[in-house]
């Protein structure tokens, strides 16, 4: 399943949110979003995911236009963890988690084993099948984000949008969930701001006031003068003893 973004822009007010952007996520890839607050990430990601008509250009979906698809099929592919989802508080986790299920579910092909299998799994990826019988509402920050993840990967996606999903989480949960992305072979768009973490995509597409700056490996890509022109900061690298990877420190320009 190929994701492919072909000159999109998106206005609003008179404003342009999204300018011009055009990228391809491969079978497969984990690309990362940089860009500083309000570059456009959130705003990309939701036209990505079908959700936002844009106001020039295209996504296609394996060489389709999305905007002719049906939302269901569409579903059926993509999943988007947004940056503030909301759940309903009177609901349990695993029940939150079963609404991933809906686009494969109709009056032919009701609630199965299968989808119970789903869940289970999605539940255990992020570590919450312990949590799975409580109430939405007792959940905090950190556990209802990786709830929502589950929800996703319950949706048993080919390409999964994340916009900031490590935001509430421990550092522990931080690290298991990149591995966790990294290990499902499913095609990967994750908006993140902590630039060390989004090294370890495959690739790095940086935008700037809605534009795309710069899209390629993140270590060509974070030189230190992109670093000064789009993020305002001076990089120092420094080696890791333990496994040789380079890893930044920021000071302001
Ligand atoms: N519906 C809207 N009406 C007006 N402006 C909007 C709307 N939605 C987003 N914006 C603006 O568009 C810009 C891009 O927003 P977006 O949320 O895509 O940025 P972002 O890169 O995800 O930011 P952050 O890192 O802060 O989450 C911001 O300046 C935002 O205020």
């Not at 002719?68 to 592919?77: F, S």
Request: glycine letters at 8%; one cysteine or more; charged letters at 25%.
């Amino acid at each position: 399943m190929i994701l492919d973004a072909h000159d999109l822009g998106r206005r609003v007010r008179g404003r342009d949110l999204l300018d011009g952007v055009s990228l391809t996520i491969a079978r497969g890839e984990v690309l990362g979003l940089v860009g500083p607050n309000g570059s456009g990430k959130s705003t990309l990601l939701r036209l990505l995911a079908g959700l936002v008509r844009p106001d020039r250009g295209l996504v296609r979906l394996d060489g389709e236009p999305m905007a002719a698809m049906p939302q269901r099929q569409i579903a059926r592919q993509i999943a988007l963890v947004a940056q503030s989802a909301e759940t309903s508080d009177r609901i349990t986790v695993r029940n939150a988690v079963a609404l991933g299920r809906t686009p494969w579910l109709d009056a032919l092909r009701p609630w199965s084993d299968e989808d119970d299998t789903h869940v289970a799994y999605a539940l255990r990826r992020v570590d919450l099948a312990h949590l799975a019988n409580r109430d939405w509402s007792t959940l905090s920050g950190g556990e209802r984000q990786r709830a929502h993840i589950a929800r996703a990967l319950a949706q048993d996606p080919q390409i999964l949008l994340l916009d900031e999903p490590t935001n509430h989480l421990d550092i522990r949960h931080q690290l298991a969930i990149l591995d966790l992305v990294r290990s499902l072979g499913v095609s990967v768009v994750i908006a993140l701001h902590d630039l060390n973490q989004a090294m370890r995509c495959d690739r790095l597409a940086v935008l700037q006031n809605g534009r795309l700056r710069a899209l390629g490996p993140p270590a060509e890509i974070l030189d230190p003068a992109l670093l000064a022109r789009v993020f305002g900061v001076r990089a120092n690298a420094l080696i890791d003893p333990h496994d040789g990877s380079r890893v930044m420190r920021f000071h302001p320009c």
